[in-house]
Structure formats: C-alpha cells, structure tokens
C-alpha cells in the first residue's frame, strides 16, 4: 500500500508538473509580444497635413484591430536627406534611392512569400522594390510628371513632343508668380530632385532606354539636347519656376496658365467644381522612343529591426498594412474631393474610380503606357549634392 501511494503521488505531481510548464510556456509568449511595446513608423516626409493625418488615424485603428498591445508610434524621418536613425522601424521612402540603402545595408530584404496580396500590386510598383534579386519594400503609392491641359485645348492634347508644346507656349514673358489666363506653363522646378529627374527622363526618352542605375554624370558632361528639353521647361515656366509656390494647381483650375505640369494628388488642391473640364497625359518628350517613367514610395523595413525576429514579423505586418487596400481606400477617400494619390494596387484604382472619375483616367495613363519606376542607382544617396549643381547648370 505505501509504494502504490507513493507511485499515485509522484504521478499526480508529474501531472500537475506538466501542467506548470505549460502555463509558463505561454507566460513566456505572452512576455516575449510584451518586450516590444511599441513600433515606430514614419510616413512618407511630403504628404498633404490633412491626408497625413488621415492615414495615421486609420493606420492606428487597424493596427490596434490585429496588435492590440504594440503602440504604433509615429516619428519624423525624411530618407531624402539622411540615413535611417534607429529609432525608426519602418518607413516610407521613394523608390529612387532604394537601391542607394539596400546596397548601404540600411533596409531589410523582405521574401516575396511575405508580400499580402502580391498579384494585385501594379508590376512596374513591384519590380521597383528589388535590387540586386531581393525585394526591399512593398510599394504604397506612386506619381508622375502629369501634364494638366483645358478639355477644349486641342493643341495641347494633340501635342506628342515637348519641342510641339514650347512651339505652342512660347518663352514666358510675364514676371508674376501667376501667369495671365491662358497663358504660359506652371511648372514646379524647385526641386533640386526633381530637377535631376527631368533631366534623366529626357536622357531616356531620347535614348529609348530604360535603366534602374543611370549615370549620374557632373553637369559639364551632361548630354546637350537632353539639358535643352529641361531648359524648355525652364522657358515655358518663366524665372518664378524655380519658387516653391504651393497655390500653382489651384490657380490652373481658376484659368491661370494655359496648362500645368504636376503630380495626381495636386488634383486635391484645384477647384472641385472645374476639375471635370480639365484632361491630363504624361508629358511628352519624344515621338517614338519615350520611357514612361512614375516615381513610386515604398514602405521598408530599418536594417536594426533584424536582430529582433519578434520585431521583424511585427514589421512586417506593418509595411504590409500601409500597402493595404483597406488603408490606401479609406485613406484618399475624402468627400467629394479625394487626395488622389496614385495607387500601386490594380484594387485601389478599382474601388476609387466609382467615387472619384478621375480615378478612371489615371488608371488609363498607366494602362495605356509601358511604366518603369524610376531609380537613381547605387550611388544616388552619396552624389545627392548633385541637385545643386543641377540647378545652377539649369537656371544659368
């Protein structure tokens, strides 16, 4: 009797043992989610205030839905000027320099098999993403140089080249911010970024050949006819070009300017109510051989979040989210006047155009054409001083 009691004992406490374990086991899961309170994001750096805090309302909402006890925490990072720091887990950052951090080793390679919903991603979005045969971002949203012309201007849409459009507007020859009506370009060109970029698109249209790592060559070598069409745009725009003047769009809607170079989401700033008589087409520049260049913001992943395999998953979950259809729709949708930012999802496009027409017709534009993303190569981060000289070999 004793040796049955003691082996009856020793059994029970095996049992109550295991039990023990196994509670402490999933303390212990509960305790590993609880050592990363929080995540840190930063949205892309040039968002409209009001879409910005949109999407941060929305982003909070569905995270909260999926990670109830990891804070999203949103913090300040401009990748246009700096190395990511590490307080910052993930962030949006244009496609130009994806290949400039993944070759620094600053963002994290994400396996395809990580990528939500990955066929309704735009294929030029995603192509944009890999450098060196891994992906390094999923896309969120894109852009091009949109030129905005009037329904009746038959010149301007019929026009093929930027050689037909200067013949049509002619050097500027008024000195205000704001051109007379009907009158002269309004043009943006107070980017020194965006500069360099007007003068790569017009390389490769006139070359017809698309490259992800362009030579970024010093402004006394830079190709004479390519150089000429940027300083059309320069003439067209007149000396204010070069002035950030934030009211260009919604000036062209009210009748100023006779057409406007900008992004879709500029469409937000003009006048609602004129917006359905104005047209849009990618700016020409040659006939024949033109590269059909968008620019494209991806979320990534900071290189520090790979020592933590918690924090990496939970990153991964993140750039997945900003990507999101869910996301992306409720945040451009705006009453009747959406952000129009353009989409990286066949999805978004879809959803939107049933709100907003004009969703239709950038879906069109990038139907209709044979897009790339534009890049900058491996070493644009180090040659980003180039944007000055960029602009004084412009201007002068």
């Not at 933590?308 to 009453?335: D, F, P, W, Y």
């Not at 959406?338 to 155009?353: D, G, Q, V």
Request: aromatic fraction near 12%.
């Amino acid at each position: 009797m004793p040796f049955r009691l003691l082996k009856l004992t020793l059994i029970t406490l095996w049992f109550i043992g295991c039990s023990t374990m196994k509670n402490v086991s999933k303390s212990s899961d509960i305790i590993k989610t609880d050592e990363i309170p929080e995540i840190n994001v930063a949205l892309y750096p040039y968002l409209f205030e009001e879409y910005e805090n949109k999407s941060k309302s929305i982003l909070t909402s569905l995270w909260k839905a999926k990670h109830p006890n990891v804070k999203l925490n949103f913090v300040k990072y401009n990748s246009y000027k700096e190395a990511p720091p590490t307080k910052v887990d993930v962030f949006v950052m244009d496609a130009l320099y994806i290949s400039s951090f993944a070759e620094k080793k600053w963002i994290l390679p994400i396996g395809e098999k990580h990528i939500e919903n990955k066929s309704d991603l735009l294929p030029h979005s995603l192509e944009g993403c890999f450098y060196d045969g891994q992906c390094f971002g999923i896309p969120q949203f894109g852009c091009a140089n949109i030129l905005y012309y009037r329904n009746e201007d038959k010149e301007i849409r019929d026009c093929n080249t930027l050689e037909d459009l200067y013949k049509i507007i002619g050097k500027a020859n008024y000195d205000s911010e704001k051109p007379p009506n009907e009158t002269g370009l309004l043009i943006d060109l107070s980017s020194g970024t965006s500069n360099i970029c007007f003068y790569i698109e017009a390389f490769m249209d006139k070359t017809g050949v698309y490259s992800a790592n362009p030579k970024l060559a010093l402004p006394y070598s830079l190709d004479k006819e390519s150089l000429s069409n940027v300083k059309k745009l320069v003439d067209m725009g007149g000396e204010k070009s070069r002035d950030w003047l934030p009211k260009r769009a919604e000036w062209f809607s009210n009748g100023s300017g006779r057409c406007y170079v900008g992004f879709t989401e500029n469409m937000f700033q003009m006048e609602q109510t004129n917006l359905e008589n104005i047209s849009m087409k990618l700016i020409p520049s040659y006939i024949d051989s033109n590269v059909d260049l968008f620019f494209m913001d991806a979320a990534v992943i900071n290189a520090n979040v790979g020592k933590s395999t918690k924090k990496r998953e939970l990153a991964i979950a993140l750039v997945n989210l900003i990507s999101s259809t869910e996301h992306m729709v409720k945040s451009c949708q705006n009453g009747n006047n959406a952000f129009y930012y353009m989409p990286a999802r066949k999805s978004i496009f879809e959803t939107l155009k049933t709100q907003y027409p004009k969703y239709s017709e950038m879906f069109e534009l990038i139907k209709i054409s044979k897009p790339k993303t534009f890049r900058l190569g491996k070493e644009a981060f180090d040659k980003i001083n180039y944007k000055d000289l960029m602009e004084t070999v412009i201007f002068n």
